[in-house]
T-cell receptor
């Protein structure tokens, strides 16, 4: 199956700093990428949907100015958590679909963010 | 909100079949049933999907009732590595953004025991 990678796999940062998480499709062109957040013992919550070259569509309640999403190429999307605070500590997961397999999402391994 | 209901947890003996139920009584005619699983601290993994016919692949079988209001995921010979949270999701088939969105419920935490 198609492979999606995330970098970094984990990151620790100080409160107030910004953190960028990368999501890459390694062997296919990802026309659409999705970003999820997962708190401990909870399910995945969809944050936003991004199409290559377009602005991301955010789910209700997700602050677009705090969670900046860029999908500048068909193989890369980035999520930047701006001015991170301890409550932003979470497991961030991306997924991707292609024009040829839009009915199957391929998930990355996730990025564990800890804000001190 | 998720459109499916699943039992929060289940146990299964290693080597035995694991049958995971899912209720989706409000499913629409254009919505498929998808199953994903998430092993602890990893990204979700696609398992199988179907519309109304039973489906089988190398990982599992999916049995959908005739009225499509419920389904069962079957892992024929569960192993310890199948311990994970299993999510049943309904979504329409299609290339647009709405078709692509996966809304995760709470899932079923399956524990396979030796």
């Amino acid at each position: 199956g198609a492979v999606v990678s995330q970098h970094p796999s984990w990151v620790i940062c100080k409160s107030g700093t910004s953190v960028k998480i990368e999501c890459r499709s390694l062997d296919f062109q990802a026309t659409t990428m999705f970003w999820y957040r997962q708190f401990p013992k909870q399910s995945l919550m969809l944050m936003a949907t991004s199409n290559e070259g377009s602005k991301a569509t955010y789910e209700q309640g997700v602050e677009k100015d705090k969670f900046l999403i860029n999908h500048a190429s068909l193989t890369l999307s980035t999520l930047t958590v701006t001015s991170a605070h301890p409550e932003d500590s979470s497991f961030y997961i991306c997924s991707a679909t292609s024009a040829y397999s839009y009915n199957e999402q391929f998930f990355g391994p996730g990025t564990r963010l800890t804000v001190l | 909100d998720a459109k499916t209901t699943q039992p929060p947890s289940m146990d299964c003996a290693e080597g035995r079949a694991a049958n995971l139920p899912c209720n989706h009584s409000t499913i629409s005619g254009n919505e498929y049933v998808y199953w994903y699983r998430q092993i602890h601290s990893q990204g979700p993994q696609y398992i199988i999907h179907g519309l109304k016919n039973n489906e089988t692949n190398e990982m599992a079988s999916l049995i959908i009732t005739e009225d499509r209001k419920s389904s069962t995921l079957i892992l024929p010979h569960a192993t310890l590595r199948d311990t994970a949270v299993y999510y049943c999701i309904v979504k329409p088939l299609g290339p647009n953004n709405q078709g692509g969105k996966l809304i995760f419920g709470q899932g079923t935490e399956l524990s396979v025991k030796p």
